[in-house]
């Protein structure tokens, strides 16, 4: 008996006599069983292979951010990087060091 059935024979039982709460948490139980199967169903994780894939998008994903994670802190070393050059070179105008090398 597959879990449509079951859950539809739990239905008619409940309706026949009446749920009590035993009924009632069985079929919540196996209404949700049919929905996951059906939701891992649509998403082409049904097979022996589906916790393999699982853990290999996990890994991709993982991945992905450490790699935005340092792309990110290379940007940031980047532009300090350059905004102290630029002070440094401010300085240098100011104090008139940028003349002297120049000339």
């Known amino acids: 008996m597959n879990g449509a059935e079951l859950l539809a024979r739990l239905v008619a039982q409940g309706e026949g006599r009446g749920a009590d709460l035993v009924t009632l948490r069985a079929m919540i139980e196996e209404a949700s069983e049919?929905?996951?199967?059906?939701?891992?169903?649509r998403l082409g994780l049904d097979d022996e292979h589906a916790a393999r894939d699982m853990a290999e998008l996990r890994e991709l994903l993982g991945a992905w951010r450490d790699a935005k994670a340092s792309a990110r802190h290379a940007l940031?070393?980047?532009?300090?990087?350059?905004?102290?050059a630029?002070?440094?070179?401010?300085l240098?105008?100011?104090v008139g060091l940028y003349d002297r090398l120049v000339a």
């Open 34 to 41: 049919l929905g996951a199967g059906r939701a891992l169903c």
């Open 76 to 84: 940031i070393g980047w532009v300090v990087r350059m905004v102290l």
């Open 86 to 90: 630029l002070t440094v070179l401010g």
């Open 92 to 94: 240098a105008i100011r």
